[in-house]
Each structure stands twice: as structure tokens, then as C-alpha cells.
């Protein structure tokens, strides 16, 4: 079997000349440049985040929340799919906020992505938290998210995620 290599992949902060193309990454994919998670709703624009490109046009973005010892993956976006971006950019984020004190980075996927679930858990994340009937709160927020989602499954449930950086407290 042969085995095709990875493109090189360059990961860096996000800057303030990358926010037009996320602003117009974000009304494609999610029909706004707002993301709600946790009844909460997060302009992606006005995030810290990292970018990643290859030089055959693959890109992604990785854009997140701080808030104390705790970050919030808000948006981790990477195309084309298993090229290495979306690994390479939570990497990048895992390590930026172990160094900057953080303990948990934690996110919330739907209960339609099931390719999240699976990517996220091959990546060290364990899911903590089921949120149920949570989408019908965010639809109160951002009234464009749809009732089905992925395979056709209704959209309910919040699913929490974490990957535990550093011992807390409590350890």
C-alpha cells in the first residue's frame, strides 16, 4: 500500500488580516459570523485563534475563548478534511495555552457531529457533559440554525468536550 505524505502545514496566531477570510468562512458554514455555544454567543471575529494554511490551498482556523484557567475551543474549521490541518491546529492551541496557564480547554460539538466526536476523542478529549435541549436555547439566539442536522439527525443536545492541559486544583 502506498502511503501518500502529509503537506506541509504552517500554523501561526491569527492577525487582524486574516479576520475577512474567517468573517466569510463563518456566513458559508454557519450562516453568520456568530458561533453560540452554551447559551452564549461569540463573534469569531473579535477572538484570539491560530490559522493554518499548506501551500496547495488548505486552510484552517482554530478560534477560542480564555477565561481564567479555562479556554473555550469556539470554532475549529480545517479544509480539505484528514490532510493533518485540524490535528495541527489543536496542537498549536494545546501548547499555546499549557504555556499560558491554562488547565482545561473544553468545546461544544451538536449531537449530529458524529466526525467530531471521533476526531476530537482521537485527540485526547473525553466527553463530559451532555447538554440536552440546549440547541432549542441557542436557536433563541441565532434563529438560523436548522432543526436537522448532519445524516439527517434532529439537532438537540450540546455535547461538552475536554482535554485537560495541566493538574487543577482539585487534582
Same mark, same amino acid.
Given at each position: 500500500? &502506498?502511503?501518500? $505524505? %502529509?503537506?506541509? !502545514?504552517?500554523?501561526? $496566531?491569527? /492577525?487582524? @488580516?486574516? #479576520? *475577512?477570510?474567517?468573517?466569510? %468562512?463563518? *456566513?458559508?458554514?454557519?450562516? =453568520?459570523?456568530?458561533?453560540?455555544?452554551?447559551?452564549?454567543?461569540?463573534?469569531?471575529?473579535?477572538?484570539?485563534?491560530?490559522?493554518?494554511?499548506?501551500? #496547495?490551498? +488548505?486552510?484552517?482556523? @482554530?478560534?477560542?475563548?480564555?477565561? /481564567?484557567?479555562? =479556554?473555550?475551543?469556539?470554532?475549529? #474549521?480545517?479544509? $480539505?478534511?484528514?490532510? +493533518? !490541518?485540524?490535528? =495541527?491546529?489543536?496542537?498549536?492551541?494545546?501548547?499555546?495555552? =499549557?504555556?499560558? /496557564?491554562?488547565?482545561?480547554?473544553?468545546?461544544?460539538?451538536?449531537?449530529?457531529?458524529?466526525? @467530531?466526536?471521533?476526531?476530537?476523542?482521537?485527540?485526547?478529549? @473525553?466527553?463530559?457533559?451532555?447538554?440536552?435541549?440546549?440547541?432549542?436555547?441557542?436557536?433563541? %439566539? &441565532? $434563529?438560523? !440554525?436548522?432543526?436537522?442536522?448532519?445524516? /439527517?439527525?434532529?439537532?438537540?443536545?450540546?455535547?461538552?468536550?475536554?482535554?485537560?492541559?495541566?493538574?487543577?486544583?482539585?487534582?
Amino acid at each position: 500500500m &502506498k502511503v501518500t $505524505p %502529509l503537506p506541509p !502545514i504552517t500554523v501561526r $496566531p491569527l /492577525g487582524s @488580516a486574516d #479576520h *475577512r477570510e474567517l468573517a466569510a %468562512l463563518a *456566513r458559508e458554514h454557519w450562516g =453568520a459570523e456568530q458561533v453560540v455555544s452554551r447559551g452564549r454567543v461569540h463573534e469569531v471575529c473579535a477572538l484570539d485563534g491560530f490559522v493554518a494554511r499548506t501551500p #496547495h490551498d +488548505g486552510i484552517g482556523f @482554530a478560534i477560542y475563548r480564555r477565561d /481564567g484557567r479555562e =479556554a473555550e475551543l469556539v470554532l475549529l #474549521h480545517a479544509v $480539505p478534511a484528514g490532510c +493533518g !490541518i485540524g490535528t =495541527a491546529l489543536v496542537e498549536a492551541l494545546i501548547a499555546h495555552l =499549557a504555556t499560558a /496557564g491554562v488547565a482545561r480547554l473544553w468545546l461544544i460539538t451538536t449531537n449530529d457531529n458524529l466526525d @467530531a466526536l471521533r476526531f476530537y476523542q482521537r485527540r485526547g478529549f @473525553a466527553l463530559v457533559t451532555v447538554h440536552r435541549q440546549a440547541l432549542d436555547r441557542s436557536r433563541a %439566539l &441565532k $434563529p438560523s !440554525i436548522p432543526l436537522t442536522g448532519l445524516f /439527517g439527525i434532529p439537532l438537540r443536545d450540546e455535547l461538552e468536550l475536554e482535554r485537560m492541559l495541566q493538574p487543577t486544583d482539585e487534582d
